[in-house]
């Protein structure tokens, strides 16, 4: 999912702004509002900051918040609209009940601004739209998939099948890696790292603006094949 960043130098803050575009079969602007909310929550709960250089020379710690929006609209809509588009705020992100992996993804590279999400996934109630919007920002799941000597939640990168404390596993009474005894994705959070990672080796232009995410502008089939368009 791409997205804009803005310095905002009188209250220290960095908003990150982004829209998402939901079509398919199993879009509704109820689902949409659901998916919004998730990650607005999730992301901003975090308080992450990053440190940014003002105009003085001093260096100031900048509260990063998100500010993501959501509207539906329909297929035909969605193949104009991505053909054209050139604004990183855009994506879009075709909501469906099944498709050819079985999970809701993300295009092929991190970063990109196009999905396919399921509502098997209980879109807006397990995090698994948070967990796509990180990767969207070039978030990757972290190297240590065993997290079960961390007291904390886990971080919202976490794929399922990780390793956790038992009370974060979907039945904390078995054991760890046994049927159950793994990651529960509602349990993940959004920690600050994750949100000052986005911005690692970024840099601001002199407007004070930053393009994250990559435009792969791309329309999916209903199942998850991707539409090529052709000049």
């Given at each position: 999912m791409s997205a804009?960043?803005i310095?905002?130098?009188?209250?220290?803050?960095?908003?990150?702004?982004?829209?998402?575009?939901l079509?398919?079969?199993?879009?509704?602007q109820?689902?949409a509002?659901?998916?919004i909310?998730?990650?607005?929550?999730?992301?901003?709960q975090?308080?992450?900051?990053?440190?940014?250089?003002e105009?003085?020379?001093?260096?100031a710690?900048y509260l990063?918040?998100f500010?993501?929006?959501?509207?539906?609209f329909?297929?035909?809509?969605?193949f104009?609209l991505?053909h054209n588009?050139t604004?990183y705020?855009?994506n879009?992100?075709?909501?469906e009940?099944q498709n050819?992996?079985q999970r809701?993804?993300?295009?092929?590279?991190?970063?990109?601004?196009?999905g396919h999400?399921l509502?098997?996934?209980?879109l807006g109630?397990?995090?698994?739209?948070?967990?796509e919007f990180?990767?969207?920002?070039?978030?990757?799941h972290?190297?240590?998939?065993?997290?079960?000597?961390r007291e904390?939640?886990?971080p919202?990168?976490?794929?399922r099948?990780?390793l956790v404390?038992?009370r974060?596993?979907?039945?904390?009474?078995?054991n760890?890696g046994?049927?159950?005894g793994t990651l529960?994705?509602?349990y993940?959070?959004?920690?600050a790292?994750?949100?000052?990672?986005?911005?690692t080796?970024?840099?601001?232009s002199?407007?004070g603006?930053?393009?994250?995410?990559?435009l792969?502008?791309?329309?999916y089939?209903?199942i998850g094949?991707?539409?090529y368009?052709?000049?």
């Open positions: 804009v960043a310095i905002k130098p009188d209250a220290k803050e960095i908003i990150v702004s982004a829209k998402l575009w079509y398919g079969d199993f879009a509704t109820e689902l509002n659901k998916i909310d998730e990650i607005n929550t999730q992301y901003n975090a308080q992450g900051k990053i440190n940014i250089q105009a003085n020379g001093s260096t710690a990063i918040k500010e993501i929006d959501a509207a539906v329909t297929l035909d809509k969605a104009d991505v588009n604004d705020r855009n879009f992100i075709r909501i009940q050819i992996v809701s993804f993300m295009g092929a590279q991190l970063g990109s601004n196009i999400w509502i098997s996934d209980n109630e397990s995090t698994t739209a948070a967990h990180g990767h969207s920002l070039g978030l990757d972290p190297d240590d998939c065993d997290l079960r000597d904390l939640p886990p919202m990168m976490a794929p099948g990780t404390k038992q974060f596993q979907w039945n904390p009474t078995v760890a046994e049927f159950g529960k994705p509602i993940r959070k959004v920690c790292e994750e949100v000052q990672t986005i911005f080796g970024k840099v601001f002199a407007d603006t930053l393009n994250l995410g990559i792969t502008n791309l329309v089939d209903e094949n991707p539409y368009f052709i000049e």
